[in-house]
């Protein structure tokens, strides 16, 4: 592992004099497609072409490390930097197939604040640096509550007295579990140890039954939005990116409930053995510039993981993004390592609860 931070300091030190590439040069990113894509394409691959000299070729996948490793295993690696997600970046490094990252090349904030000190916690990992911060929310339609009496907290998903009426979450353990300790009034520091025993799942399972039977389950990120529209629940949890979206693309009066927020990282990783290895490392230090960052929230409503970065955004957008600092105050962040260990043991359980009638 140190050496191959002390390789990747090294040719680093000739990165930043290198002047334009050869004209036939390229770099292989790897992405999510659609509006993300675009996004990064606005943010990151046209001005880095710009100041490099440097083709990008934007390709597009469903995530995941299967391709990854098939390439690392082979000796075959074609993709240069890929678009992961933090789960799977905190795998991707324990297995080996992603190239380690020495946080000492990152740059000072525009503010000149530190990287270490810029970064939100959790965004450097020893194998990539993280961009965004995607949260899981809960929403709802503002028609359905015409007397000002929309809910305001995480508790009220839980108080069916006050809010009757059916309300969706997603079909999974993540997220669900960590939400119904911390609305029974569980610290967030507290939250992962509690989940590790026995009696603190019950907890959070007792807390999710007591709203089991108005509950329904979604699976495609495209369904609350729908679910909101129709009038099916009177509120949900949803990916704040696709409430914005249904907000500014389509007018719908769908609001956003910030109290206690999921977030969850997306960053750039470099597979191991790329070729290409010095213009993949400039390109990452360079899309963890405080205005990259900032760009990148110009063209979808995911939070920059720079703190400086919030200064530069108007104030119209800012207020949308999950790490604006009145969204950020009581955010809770997945712990993707503690998941890592946990995921298939715990999707067992909540399976198993969600058949019981």
């Known amino acids: 592992m140190k050496g191959s931070k002390r390789i990747i300091s090294t040719l680093a030190l000739g990165l930043f004099g290198s002047g334009l590439a050869n004209a036939s040069e390229t770099l292989t990113i790897v992405s999510w497609g659609g509006a993300f894509a675009h996004s990064q394409q606005e943010a990151y691959y046209k001005p880095f072409s710009e100041k490099t000299g440097v083709e990008i070729r934007m390709v597009d996948f469903s995530g995941g490390l299967a391709e990854i490793k098939t390439q690392v295993e082979t000796g075959n ?8 997600d933090r789960p799977d970046i905190v795998r991707g490094c324990e297995e080996g197939l992603l190239e380690q990252f020495d946080p000492a090349l990152l740059n000072p904030g525009s503010d000149g604040t530190s990287a270490q000190d810029d970064f939100i916690m959790g965004a450097i990992h020893d194998c990539a640096v993280s961009s965004i911060v995607v949260s899981n929310v809960l929403a709802y339609n503002t028609t359905q509550f015409p007397n000002g009496n929309a809910p305001k907290y995480l508790t009220d998903l839980f108080d069916i007295e006050k ?22 009034g569980v610290d967030s520091d507290h939250v992962y ?5 026995k009696e603190g799942r019950e907890r959070a399972y007792r807390k999710l039954e007591s709203i089991k039977d108005h509950v329904i389950w979604w699976s495609a990120g495209a369904q609350p939005p729908q679910l909101l529209a129709d009038g099916e629940v009177i509120m949900t949890s949803a990916f704040n990116g696709r409430i914005q979206a249904a907000q500014r693309q389509e007018g719908q009066p769908f609001e956003i409930i910030w109290d206690h927020q999921i977030g969850y990282m997306n960053g750039w990783a470099i597979p191991k053995g790329s070729p290409k290895l010095e213009r993949a490392l400039e390109f990452k230090v360079f899309a963890a510039e405080t205005e990259q960052l900032a760009k990148q929230a110009e063209y979808i409503a995911y939070g920059p993981t720079r703190k400086s970065s919030a200064a530069l955004l ?30 298939d043991e715990l999707t067992e359980e909540f399976t198993t609860w969600l058949a019981r009638s």
């Open 77 to 84: 690696v074609v993709w240069d930097l890929v678009s992961l």
């Open 193 to 197: 140890p509690l989940l590790e025993t």
């Open 314 to 343: 108007p104030a119209e957008i800012l207020r949308d993004l999950p790490t604006a600092p009145e969204n950020f105050q009581n955010a809770f962040l997945f712990d993707d390592a503690w998941w890592s260990d946990y995921a």
């Open 163 to 184: 809010y009757p009426g059916r309300r969706a979450l997603q079909r999974q353990p993540q997220g669900n579990l960590e939400w119904a300790l911390l609305a029974d």
